[in-house]
């Protein structure tokens, strides 16, 4: 129930509908697992090997930057040099930090070894024979004030799992109180592809996979680059755009990324003051979040007793707003649950009054292989890897929310700071690493790889038509509030509940329990 409806629309201070929880738990039961005494000592031990490293590139002649540090130095550069040093480290396969000014920067984590730091002295023309003196006399400690007081997580739970054995048995009581996909049907939205077969899912174990750095140098990654150049036109050619960017690596991401695009777009021409953006009721709660986070003023468009946007009301306010309209954000289908037949009509309203048209891709399993955004009218589409594209959703990401754009946004992709990357007059970077989450690209890549075009296609007829099943089913008890002129819905459907609630008393939340204890989704109230 903390889902965009929950978002405040245009009073949110925030677009994110979903917290990366994922994440977060790997994090917390690595800190069960070790506990306080486990990591006070993984942290000494990096300390104690920057410490060592430190004391022999000085006793070498090199000068540090900084004296006070955790597990990262800074090398000055002025008297080394760079061709020759980049090639010893090149030999030893081993990166390092090139600052702009000609320092070299190093940083050490908890898996370095002995035989690590004996290369890294050799790159930089020292003898390595005294490191293990050096690791041995090193301060584990950090230098006072930065040194913590009190002792770290005091709760019973970090001192009593440290075996693998209890930690497994552990996982396994919380697990078993949860509901899965062992015990019940795949508790996600209707939104979401089902399947995320294993077949998919392994390839992110590889290390060649998961353990890249993203800022590595492109010429040592080709095959990596190769994947994601590969399913970037794959995701070009499925919505019908001219050029993606794996860059947000979240949907509420995607949609503010795509936000700033078309407002550079304007900005470009000279059209800097164009910043209503028209966000119809049945759109999802993240796009009128989405527009205030990027600074847009939100305007409403009403919807008609069919569920769709109300055609006069958005022309009225299109043209009222025509000196100014920046974008229109359309979620199709809509979360009424039905496919707009006037999308085209839409489309060129907008065009006709200066402003972009932004379609949210959360809905694009009930379109993959059947319609393509780009062709229908949309300048701009983000779309949801982890809904769509068979990336596990559901428990909190990771999550990727990848934007494609029609030719003449290109120029205005989000770029970044290290890699290069994006559009060729952009100034957007949304997320710290060049392509979001890159590392579990491979699930994307594997699914379309394996369907293929006919099993994509048949993919999305398989959602619209198990949507349609169930409100056939359902059609002769609750009434369906919102279907095209056929009677069918799109890939979902709402249904009118409180008919019981009047005659057997049964309220929403019983509904909501009922369905949950046979394992859907928290539905949508």
Not at 188 to 201: F, H, Q, R
Not at 444 to 453: E, T
Request: net charge negative; proline share 5%; glycine share 8%.
């Amino acid at each position: 129930q903390t889902r965009e409806q929950h978002i405040r629309r245009d009073r949110a201070t925030s677009n994110i509908c979903t917290a990366q929880v994922l994440l977060a738990i790997l994090a917390s039961m690595y800190a069960v697992y070790h506990g306080p005494e486990g990591l006070r000592r993984i942290a000494g031990r990096v300390h104690r090997a920057a410490r060592a490293l430190a004391a022999a590139l000085k006793r070498g002649g090199h000068v540090l930057r900084h004296d006070h540090f955790f597990d990262t130095l800074r090398v000055a550069g002025d008297s080394l040099d760079a061709s020759a040093l980049r090639t010893r480290a090149r030999e030893r396969k081993l990166y390092l930090r090139e600052y702009e000014n000609g320092d070299w920067g190093i940083a050490l984590d908890e898996t370095v070894t002995e035989a690590e730091l004996r290369q890294l002295l050799e790159v930089f023309e020292i003898s390595p024979a005294t490191i293990e003196a050096d690791i041995a006399t090193a301060p584990e400690m950090v230098d006072a004030p930065w040194r913590r007081g009190g002792p770290p997580l005091s709760h019973p739970v970090f001192d009593r799992y440290h075996t693998e054995h209890e930690f497994l048995r552990y996982l396994y009581r919380l697990q078993a109180k949860e509901l899965s996909l062992t015990t019940s049907m795949i508790p996600l939205g209707s939104c979401t592809m089902k399947l995320n077969a294993s077949a998919e899912m392994i390839p992110v174990t590889w290390p060649e996979f998961a353990n890249v750095h993203p800022f590595a140098p492109a010429r040592d990654t080709e095959g990596y680059r190769r994947l994601i150049e590969d399913l970037e036109s794959y995701l070009a050619e499925i919505a019908g755009f001219d050029k993606v960017s794996l860059q947000p690596n979240a949907g509420a991401q995607g949609e503010y990324a795509g936000l700033l695009v078309i407002r550079a777009y304007h900005q470009a021409r000279g059209e800097g003051h164009r910043k209503v953006c028209l966000v119809p009721t049945s759109a999802h709660g993240t796009n009128p979040a989405s527009s205030v986070l990027a600074g847009l003023e939100v305007v409403t468009v009403a919807c008609d007793e069919g569920g769709n946007i109300d055609i006069d009301d958005l022309r009225a306010k299109a043209e009222a707003h025509a000196e100014n309209l920046a974008a229109l954000m359309i979620t199709y289908p809509s979360t009424h649950g039905v496919f707009e037949e006037a999308v085209r009509e839409i489309c060129d309203c907008v065009h006709r009054c200066g402003g972009q048209v932004y379609l949210d891709g959360a809905n694009m399993n009930a379109q993959v292989g059947l319609a393509r955004p780009g062709d229908y009218g949309a300048d701009l589409c983000h779309l949801n890897l982890h809904k769509t594209f068979a990336i596990p959703h559901g428990g909190g990401g990771p999550g990727v929310g990848p934007i494609g754009v029609a030719s003449h946004l290109v120029d205005f992709l989000p770029t970044h700071p290290v890699v290069e990357c994006g559009g060729a007059k952009s100034e957007v970077t949304v997320a710290a690493a060049p392509f979001g989450s890159p590392s579990i690209l491979p699930i994307s890549w594997s699914y379309i790889r394996m369907l293929g075009a006919e099993g994509l296609a048949r993919a999305s007829r398989v959602a619209i038509l198990n949507a349609n099943y169930m409100a056939a089913r359902l059609r002769d008890h609750y009434e369906i509030l919102y279907t095209g002129k056929r009677g069918r819905v799109a890939h979902e459907f709402i249904l009118d509940v409180r008919p019981f609630k009047e005659s057997a008393g049964v309220s929403v939340d019983d509904f909501a329990k009922r369905l949950m204890d046979y394992g859907f989704h928290a539905p949508t109230m």
